[in-house]
């Protein structure tokens, strides 16, 4: 959450200061008990305070806790039922994972995937003005005079006019990606703390999601949130009353509270241990045992990893799109190569992907059976080029033969392994 109020051309219609004076947030909080019973028992457990440091709303870490920043004068600006929807709103960013362990760079980017996939679940009529809604234009562009803001804004309305509704973040964030123009005028923009563009619209505040947190504190954070979505979600089964939340976010949030180790954890596990140091000379250094003789070395760390997709038709869109989700998160040290393969591997279908780039799109090029002797011959081939590989796979083949270095297998949700893997393997299964 940024320290310093922010200044933005891009300005809602708020109530005056005596107004604001006047307002309290405990109202709407009572309100949504019975209403909306699951968001109720989330937000009861978060810190909230009230602040005039940000334009609106937002969930952010402060000293080592959650809390949720709301500005009194924007909230005495909105209706009962807006107020309803920001308040769901804050609640899916940390059902969603969306400030901690799903989080990725560029963030102004995932600032936008991640409101786009939350307000898919809200109803339009709930949400404030400025809020990013799939197939809708932003309002109040006319209400923007700073033209390299206004091309901006102007160029993200256009964009997600034509997006669909329900997607993942994930989804969202490879579309915007792939938009070079957009990416180009946001850079125009001075940027806040947290990487946020001047003059944004938008319904919340977005800044501060794990910045400064050692990973210590990053890991205390995320169990703090799940704790408490899981606290809601019990106490939701157990009175039968869970609102607005759809079906397929109860499954989600109910998986929160078994004790299985998520799958993109596993993932994250096995390609940090999968870097290696890179050491190159520098007469920035002082070589310790020569020193102002010889240069010294400076250590860095990349890996490069296989990324193979098996093609058989178990592999859908959706699946492609979470798994590729997850590896972009990690791109910051590591450059994956992807191959297509089913009883061959098609050197054809390579793409490169690392820190920087914009995101790949997975396209079929084979369909055939499945062999993962042809996966470990070719890693085989490369293997002074490569760390160790990743299979995205339904698993429905024979056992290879045994890795030189090691692999990972990432299994569909609802699939698994044929044989039993090798010691030295690492098995991720999607939910």
């Not at 952010?60 to 500005?71: E, F, K, P, Q, V």
């Not at 969306?98 to 339009?124: G, V, Y």
């Not at 070079?180 to 003059?199: F, I, R, T, V």
């Amino acid at each position: 959450m940024s320290n310093e109020k922010v200044q933005s051309d891009y300005i809602f219609d708020t109530a005056s200061d005596e107004e604001a004076a006047k307002f309290c947030l405990s109202p709407h909080l009572i309100n949504l008990m019975s209403e909306e019973p699951f968001f109720s028992s989330l937000l009861r457990q978060i810190r909230r305070e009230k602040t005039d440091q940000i334009p609106t709303a937002g969930v952010t870490c402060i000293d080592g806790s959650l809390a949720l920043y709301w500005n009194p004068k924007f909230l005495a600006s909105l209706s009962g039922d807006q107020i309803k929807g920001l308040l769901k709103h804050e609640c899916y960013h940390l059902i969603f994972k969306h400030c901690t362990a799903r989080k990725q760079e560029p963030h102004q980017m995932w600032n936008f995937a991640t409101d786009l996939a939350i307000n898919s679940l809200i109803d339009e009529h709930y949400l404030p003005e400025g809020g990013l809604i799939p197939g809708r234009a932003l309002n109040g562009l006319d209400k923007i005079t700073n033209p390299d803001q206004y091309a901006a804004w102007k160029r993200l309305s256009d964009l997600i006019k034509g997006f669909p509704k329900n997607k993942n973040s994930e989804w969202y964030m490879a579309q915007l990606m792939e938009d070079e123009k957009l990416q180009e005028a946001m850079d125009k923009l001075p940027k806040g703390q947290g990487g946020s563009c001047s003059g944004m619209p938008g319904m919340d505040d977005h800044d501060g999601w794990g910045e400064g947190l050692s990973e210590e504190e990053k890991a205390k954070i995320e169990n703090e949130i799940k704790e408490a979505v899981s606290r809601a979600g019990k106490e939701a089964d157990r009175n039968n009353m869970w609102g607005t939340v759809s079906q397929e976010t109860r499954k989600l949030i109910r998986k929160t509270y078994e004790n299985k180790v998520d799958w993109k954890s596993i993932l994250t596990s096995f390609v940090g241990r999968r870097q290696r140091a890179k050491k190159t000379s520098t007469h920035r250094r002082i070589n310790r045992k020569y020193p102002y003789i010889h240069p010294g070395k400076k250590i860095g760390h990349q890996a490069n990893l296989a990324v193979y997709i098996d093609q058989s038709g178990s592999i859908c869109d959706r699946d492609i799109e979470m798994f590729t989700g997850c590896l972009m998160g990690l791109a910051k040290n590591v450059t994956f190569t992807f191959y297509n393969f089913d009883t061959r591997v098609d050197e054809k279908s390579k793409q490169v992907w690392k820190k920087g780039k914009k995101s790949i799109q997975i396209k079929r090029t084979v369909c055939g059976g499945t062999c993962f002797d042809c996966v470990e011959d070719h890693f085989r081939k490369n293997i002074d080029t490569f760390d160790g590989y990743i299979v995205l796979t339904d698993g429905c083949a024979a056992k290879p033969k045994p890795c030189k270095l090691r692999r990972c297998w990432v299994l569909l949700p609802g699939y698994k392994l044929y044989f039993q893997p090798d010691r030295t393997d690492v098995v991720a299964q999607m939910d």
